[in-house]
């Protein structure tokens, strides 16, 4: 159109040549213009389309111009626009709609088009359409809209404040698990949440986090509108503009409370007696542990005290395992009211609890708690019908007097317990080195000598007994030893004292008198002299056994082939025989069944006298002290005298033990007493040697005359 015109220009009249300038430029800011702009006929075919136009399809102006650009566009766009287009080709009215515009089947733009009818001077009607492409705007639309609904939408609280911390937006989810609304949220500071859980020193450390790399992350405990205080785990961000200034701070907090109570429930069952709901073993570990180190701060004691309920089981077997339970949870109430505030108390099994009383002053501070434990533990408890009456007994143990680590305090106490038990129970024991040491080496002690025991490490020994005057051998004495694989031949002094009092001892002296029996059997066998009887020693402990008769009969039984009268029993006058009533009746049911008794080492004891008289002994042997000094003692030797005028008076034999010289034995015949037993005539020897012995021995020429 330009081109045409330019030819005619010679011909143009002045005004005609300003139409001419202002076509030009018209049609220069018509192909500038950013947005494409197009004018279609009646028929909807293009007439006039300008550089941006031709740009945005692709296309040069040649292609484009009498077409529809049909097979352009997908065929629902194209049918959307060419309705348009009709309708405002008809109607006249300007429309401003938002259109896809898919070229060639790829590029999608949104556009804004703009359409209106006009008339040309020949009335035709021809359409203007202005097409604005807003894709770029559409995009960011779409993703402000997506940040947005990510606001609006997320589980999590969002709060978002600004530089200096004041919340300028806060999300649904905010005012959900806050209980703030909006606008009660807007224009406060975060800190407005705060429980009062954390310290000052948490929140300065969090500020610091979050300047210093940009961030912070961690648990929060809050405070809810309504008070309810809950636990948030909350990630703050700082927001940079161009030049690295903080603009913003946005916090996202997840509300953790629930997980919370699940793991403090999981924290409680695993340091917490669920039956009592008392602090468990492992808590109370902790916890002693840390009562020490304050004790060594303060240089205080605690006492560590392990409580058992005596006797328990009983009431667990007699009324049952939920009356026993009630009675544990009745306990552990009481005995923690009998308690000081800061002591603690742990139930770490069955019956048994331990309490840590710290800040001990004093031991009578300490005695005084016990006293109220010992008073509330012995009252009885009333569970469903029945009424309970339990005790209980106490060990305990003071840090750092028992200067131990925590696990090592909790054995003492527990052995102080025992000892408690072993005292007669419904008392508290405090824990005492020495005899704990005691005790360890008699534990150790014991089995030993139960080990020697079942490895056959006891031999018995035989010393003779005999008449000086006659030469006649009357009996050996069977003397136990311990053939001890390391420390050698012990004698009875170095472990009989360790198991006086142990259940031991009756099996070790039922040992002694079958292996005596045995003995009579083969030297019967090898046809030795048998007017031999073999002595045993017998202590108290086992001959007051209410069925040491029919234990002895069981023993007599497995040796047929002995009758009775080869055995004596020597009864040790030194250990106290508390009942001599009972001691006597099972002496007379044993000489019934033929067996000798002796009264050993006379003359030691308190109630010698008593014994000679109660106990139908027929044999006194003077002990060894006696007749040891007698040749250069006055004293002795009146002792010696006396015990042998006594034994004619109540008309029972005597034999003198110690007998080490022939000058001990000459004066003894002087004395009247024939029978005599000692170094100077025979040491103890093994059994395979007495046969020999016995076979050889002559009595001293001074003692015949
Ligand atoms: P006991 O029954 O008075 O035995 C005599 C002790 O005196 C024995 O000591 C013996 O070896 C020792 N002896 C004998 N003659 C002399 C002597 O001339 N001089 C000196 N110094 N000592 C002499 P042993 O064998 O050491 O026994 C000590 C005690 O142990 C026995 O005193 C007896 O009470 C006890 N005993 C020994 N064997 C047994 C046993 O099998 N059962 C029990 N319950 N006690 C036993
Ligand atoms: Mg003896
Ligand atoms: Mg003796």
């Not at 590029?107 to 006009?118: G, P």
Request: with cysteine.
């Amino acid at each position: 159109m330009v081109a045409e015109q330019k030819e005619d220009s010679a011909l143009l009249t002045p005004f005609d040549e300003k139409l001419h300038d202002l076509e030009i430029y018209l049609d220069t800011v018509f192909n500038n213009t950013g947005d494409p702009i197009f004018v279609k006929d009646e028929e909807c075919r293009l007439l006039l389309v300008n550089d941006a136009f031709c740009h945005i399809f692709g296309l040069p102006r040649d292609e484009i111009i009498g077409k529809t650009l049909a097979e352009k566009v997908p065929l629902n766009e194209r049918d959307h626009f060419l309705s348009v287009d009709r309708q405002v080709l008809k109607e006249g009215k300007e429309v401003l709609c938002e259109e896809t515009l898919t070229i060639a089947g790829e590029q999608t733009k949104t556009i804004l088009t703009k359409k209106n009818r006009f008339v040309d001077p020949k009335g035709n009607y021809f359409l203007v359409g202005v097409i604005h492409d807003i894709s770029e705007r559409k995009r960011t639309e779409e993703k402000l809209k997506l940040a947005a609904g990510v606001f609006s939408h997320s589980r999590e609280a969002i709060s978002i404040t600004d530089a200096s911390a004041t919340i300028v937006d806060v999300n649904d989810a905010f005012t959900r698990i806050t209980g703030f609304s909006r606008s009660e949220a807007i224009g406060q500071n975060p800190s407005f949440q705060q429980s009062g859980r954390q310290s000052a020193g948490f929140y300065q450390a969090m500020w610091k986090g979050l300047l210093k790399n940009g961030y912070w992350c961690g648990e929060v405990w809050n405070r809810r509108k309504n008070g309810e205080v809950y636990a948030m785990m909350k990630t703050i961000s700082a927001i940079y503009d161009e030049h690295g200034t903080i603009t913003h701070y946005i916090a996202l907090g997840r509300d953790i409370t629930a997980m919370k109570e699940h793991q403090e429930e999981l924290e409680r069952i695993a340091h917490y007696d669920i039956l009592t709901n008392l602090p468990n073993r492992s808590l109370l570990a902790d916890r002693l542990s840390q009562a020490m180190m304050q004790c060594q701060r303060r240089q205080q004691s605690l006492a560590v005290v392990f409580l058992d309920l005596d006797s328990f089981k009983n009431i667990n077997d007699t009324y049952g395992h939920s009356v026993g339970d009630e009675l544990l949870i009745a306990f552990s109430t009481r005995m923690k009211e009998a308690l000081r505030e800061g002591d603690s108390l742990a139930r770490i099994g069955g019956d048994e609890f331990v309490a840590v009383l710290v800040d001990l002053g004093s031991i009578e501070e300490c005695k005084a708690v016990l006293d109220r434990l010992l008073l509330a533990s012995s009252q009885a408890v009333k569970v469903g019908d029945v009424i309970l009456n339990v005790t209980a007994s106490i060990g305990v143990t003071l840090y750092p007097q028992d200067n131990v680590d925590a696990d090592m305090l909790m054995r003492h106490a527990d052995q102080a317990m025992y000892r408690a038990k072993e005292l007669g129970k419904n008392r508290y024991q405090l824990f005492n080195k020495a005899q704990d040491d005691a005790v360890k080496v008699q534990r150790a002690s014991l089995a030993a000598i139960r080990y020697a025991l079942d490895n056959h490490q006891f031999v018995l020994y035989y010393q003779p007994k005999v008449n000086m005057r006659t030469g006649v051998v009357v009996g050996v004495e069977a003397l136990i030893r311990w053939q001890h694989p390391i420390e050698g031949l012990l004698s009875p002094i170095e472990f009989l004292p360790i198991i006086e009092n142990n259940p031991m001892s009756i099996e070790l002296g039922e040992w002694v008198i079958d292996s005596a029996l045995t003995q009579i059997g083969q030297w019967k066998k090898m046809g030795i002299n048998l007017s031999v009887s073999i002595s045993v020693n017998i202590a108290a402990i086992q001959l007051q056994q209410p069925d040491f008769t029919p234990r002895l009969i069981a023993l007599l039984d497995a040796h047929p082939d002995i009758e009775p009268h080869y055995l004596e029993l020597e009864v040790l006058e030194t250990s106290a025989l508390d009942d001599v009533n009972n001691v006597s009746k099972t002496m007379d049911a044993c000489i019934a069944l033929g067996i000798n008794f002796a009264l050993d080492d006379f003359g030691t004891g308190y109630s010698s006298l008593t014994y000679l008289r109660r106990l139908p002994a027929n044999l006194i042997k003077i002990d060894q002290s006696f007749v040891r000094d007698m040749l250069d003692d006055p004293d002795d030797l009146a002792i010696v005298e006396g015990v042998i005028a006594l034994a004619k008076s109540f008309k029972r034999e005597v034999i003198a033990e110690g007998v080490e010289t022939i000058e001990h034995g000459t004066a003894l015949l002087q004395l009247g007493c024939e029978l005599a037993q000692g170094y100077g005539i025979a040491k103890p020897m093994v059994a395979s040697e007495i046969p020999a012995w016995i076979e050889h021995w002559k009595p001293d020429v001074n003692w015949q005359v």
